[in-house]
């Protein structure tokens, strides 16, 4: 039993988590973050291993992305174009392509955020009806929460460049 605490410190102390000295409570709650951890990763496999830019999707036949866990999903050339009318063509690199909706329980029930850039934050608050044009909301400082009712209507509208997804 000794000889299993000592190489589980070792492990501990190679990984970098800092432990009070013979706090097994500590020990257990690493393993437990480092679970929980992986679980989330797992959940989030179909996220996209990377978002592609607005413009390279325009030109490509096929738009498609590739998931965290090798599957390959199709995005739709309509939604594409559609996204392509609510933001100027010099900001379609900034675009990234598919949308992901991050559900933040830290900031309360059917909480979602919107991860990767202000393009996209605008992309959607255009679809909720934001009537600013993008010159006057770049220089704004957004900071805004999705919630279910907004994300169904999102989801309804974007249903293949959209994806959700656990922070």
Not at 39 to 64: A, C, F, M, Q
Not at 75 to 84: A, D, G, L, N
Not at 124 to 148: A, Q
Request: proline share 5%; charged share 25%.
């Amino acid at each position: 039993m000794n000889i299993l605490r000592l190489i589980l410190r070792r492990q501990v102390k190679k990984a970098g988590i800092k432990v009070s000295n013979g706090s097994e409570f500590n020990l257990k709650k690493s393993r437990l973050e480092r679970f929980l951890q992986f679980e989330i990763d797992n959940i989030n496999n179909h996220l996209p291993k990377v978002t592609l830019p607005l413009k390279i999707l325009l030109e490509h036949p096929e738009p498609s992305y590739i998931c965290r866990d090798g599957t390959k999903i199709k995005m739709s050339t309509e939604e594409i174009k559609f996204i392509s009318t609510l933001i100027p063509s010099i900001e379609w690199n900034s675009v990234k392509l598919p949308i992901i909706l991050l559900r933040r329980r830290d900031l309360g029930n059917g909480a979602y955020t919107i991860a990767e850039s202000m393009q996209n934050l605008y992309i959607i608050k255009k679809l909720l009806g934001e009537e600013k044009s993008w010159w006057e909301f770049r220089y704004t400082n957004p900071s805004f929460v999705v919630y279910k009712p907004m994300l169904k209507e999102i989801r309804k509208i974007l249903p293949s460049t959209s994806v959700i997804g656990i922070a």
